[in-house]
């Protein structure tokens, strides 16, 4: 199954992308929140993206769909498990940063969620019950780099290091600089998860 990419564009198109790698050029879906990120990009420069593999029996032709960051791909998986919510209708939906609609899903903002593009009443309640509580960490994905090699693990601290950095997105810099706002605000945090959900609520309160 493929789940990376990186190549040279070939064709760019409104929704989708054919990305020529290894001799092989692969059309791939491209969702409104990556598109922004790539508008800048021309035919014949380079790309990498993560990759989401969609194939069933009712679908049997592949579609791949691509993301800038592993944590974007993450929360598709998460968001396409809603009732009612296939990779399709998801490309479609996902019109605003995947930090703003997991904060719009851990404060159970409806209207927000309604704003997305296919998304009703009826649904943004399904999103509701399916992925609240789950998705507070995608909330802390920073949108405008990409993701950077994180530090080795060494404690606690570092595991988070590790996730903010590398799955969300973070320079080293600025994530050392969020845990240690968030150490500040609770000097009893002793886990990783502790950590991780202190540093989610200063950035939500921020």
Sequence with gaps: MIGYLEG??????????????????YEILIPAIVRKSIDSKQVGDQLALYIYYHQT??????????????????????????????????VQSLTVP???IARAIEARDVAYLKRLKGIGNRTAQKILATLEGKVAKF?????AEKPCEPPPLEDFKEQVLDVLVKQLGHKVKEARKMIAAALKRNADITTAEELFEEVYRGEVAS
């Design 139 to 143: 909330a802390l994905i920073h949108e």
């Design 8 to 25: 040279k564009i070939l064709k760019k198109e409104n929704d989708r992308i054919l990305l020529l790698t290894n001799h092989v050029g």
């Design 98 to 100: 995947v930090r703003e």
């Design 57 to 90: 029996e009712r679908q049997p032709k592949p579609t791949l769909i691509g993301f800038n960051l592993e944590a974007e791909r993450e929360f598709f998986r998460h968001f396409i498990s809603v009732e009612d919510i296939g990779p399709m209708k998801a």
